[in-house]
Nanobody, 121 residues
Framework: QVQLVESGGGLVQPGGSLRLSCAASGNIHTIYVTRWYRQAPGKSREQVAVITSGGSTNYADSVKGRFTISKDNAANTVYLQMNSLEPEDTAVYYC???????????????WGQGTQVTVSS
């Protein structure tokens, strides 16, 4: 079965950096799009970055210039490089991929379980 697993979260001081990973496992044929979301305490989930199979990217205004989304197709892994982190970036970060397996004609969406990012001095 397909699984998405996030990793790389942790505690970092303001101004620090983290790199999150979203690894997809299973009989993956094509990952069409992967999105990173975050959910801060008491707030709704918000999209922070997106990358398509063709390499197109987009970012929320709040993270532009600080975060970079990228992917390694061979590893079926999408990364979120987070620099110049601020306390406001504290949240649980989730990845979501639209993909299909080698047995499927149509894509489906999958969610990871999330990884905690805490930015604090």
């Amino acid at each position: 079965q397909v699984q998405l697993v996030e990793s790389g979260g942790g505690l970092v001081q303001p101004g620090g950096s983290l790199r999150l990973s979203c690894a997809a496992s299973g009989n993956i044929h094509t990952i069409y799009v992967t999105r990173w979301y975050r959910q801060a305490p008491g707030k709704s989930r918000e999209q922070v970055a997106v990358i398509t199979s063709g390499g197109s990217t987009n970012y929320a205004d709040s993270v532009k210039g600080r975060f970079t989304i990228s992917k390694d197709n061979a590893a079926n892994t999408v990364y979120l490089q987070m620099n110049s982190l601020e306390p406001e970036d504290t949240a649980v970060y989730y990845c979501n991929s639209q993909l299909r397996t080698i047995y499927q004609f149509t894509p489906r969406e999958y969610w990871g379980q999330g990884t905690q990012v805490t930015v604090s001095s």
